[in-house]
């Protein structure tokens, strides 16, 4: 385990995070599909997201326990701090769909962690999330150009936009009531 956090407010704090992207996108739908149509390609924010990972990814690098790999621990540090600069410098193809998609692989280990020594039952569903951002982490950093595609171009219909987003109402209200205690 690297993160050491409760299965609760992990949960509490994804499923609120769902919540609110389901009801902006319920609430300004126009805005939310203006922002869905510029995200793929938005370098400001795209350089922002990769930071994020680049700063995430060197912080594991120093702070995990790296077994008998420990004599590399500085090397890796730096390696991901030279390709996250080199990525944010030079990555102009999707730059912001590949930051997202490392996010996602990021927070799915802390989803696993949460979720890996508790008994409760529903911890299944957090499970299940986190698999689902494993899945679309690989793939969008891979191939950036399907969500564009398969995601961003057919939420800009406005009857797909509403059923996704009462999708992620009803998943982050689910994780909030498992974060509560009451699932």
């Known amino acids: 385990m690297i993160y050491h956090v409760p299965l609760s407010p992990v949960a509490l704090l994804v499923g609120l995070l769902h919540v609110l992207g389901g009801g902006l996108a319920l609430f300004f739908p126009v805005g939310t599909q203006g922002f869905l149509q ?6 400001t924010l795209g350089r922002i997201l990769l930071g ?5 990814a060197a912080t594991l690098c120093a702070t995990i326990d790296l077994g008998e790999y420990a004599w590399i621990r500085s090397g ?6 030279t390709l996250g600069a080199l990525a944010i410098w030079l990555l102009d193809d999707f730059p912001s769909v590949r930051g997202f998609s490392i ?13 890996f020594l508790s ?26 150009h399907l969500f564009r595609d398969r995601v961003c171009e057919p939420l800009l219909h406005s009857t797909l936009l509403r ?6 109402l009803a998943i982050g209200a689910g994780l909030v009531a498992f974060g509560l205690g009451l699932g």
């Open 119 to 144: 008994d409760r039952p529903g911890k299944i569903a957090v499970v299940l999330l986190a698999y689902l951002w494993v899945i679309a982490g690989i793939l969008f950093v891979c191939l950036p």
């Open 52 to 56: 994020a990972g680049t700063a995430w």
């Open 163 to 168: 059923i996704a987003a009462w999708g992620a």
């Open 103 to 115: 996010l996602l692989l990021l927070g799915a280990n802390v989803l696993l962690d949460a979720a």
């Open 76 to 81: 890796l540090f730096f390696a991901s701090l």
């Open 38 to 43: 510029r995200f793929p390609r938005n370098r």
